[in-house]
């Protein structure tokens, strides 16, 4: 069975940093790419960032420059270093997988099941 499961979501004061992680099983990921997408209440899935298979990487103008999200195929696991977090963050992040190419959309194959960020201004 194929999963990925997220960790390090939390609770932070603006200004504040979280490291998410996101670890896949069942299959080896190194050649797919890999994102995160957020939601935040009453708002829809948005895409965030996204790295290649290559490390190319992809941010939302909203958090370039804040968020850098970087993948240790050995360990299967990608990562999502968010600094000078902002109430505006808050949302439950999700990572994604797909075979090829880096999508800005939601058509991902796999997707973990969500953590929780909340920013406290």
């Known amino acids: 069975q194929v999963q990925l499961v997220e960790s390090g979501g939390g609770l932070v004061q603006a200004g504040g940093s979280l490291r998410l992680s996101c670890t896949g099983s069942g299959r080896t990921f190194s050649g797919y790419a890999m994102a995160w997408f957020r939601q935040a209440p009453g708002k829809e899935r948005e895409f965030a960032a996204a790295?290649?298979?290559?490390?190319?990487?992809y941010y939302a103008d909203s958090v370039k420059g804040r968020f850098t999200i970087s993948r240790d195929n050995a360990k299967n696991t990608m990562y999502l270093q968010m600094n000078s977090l902002k109430p505006e963050d808050t949302a439950v992040y999700y990572c994604?997988?797909?075979?090829?190419?880096?999508?800005?959309?939601?058509?991902?194959?796999?997707w973990g099941q969500g953590t929780q960020v909340t920013v406290s201004s």
């Open positions: 790295i290649r298979s290559s490390g190319s990487t």
């Open positions: 994604a997988a797909r075979p090829g190419l880096v999508l800005f959309t939601r058509d991902y194959n796999y």
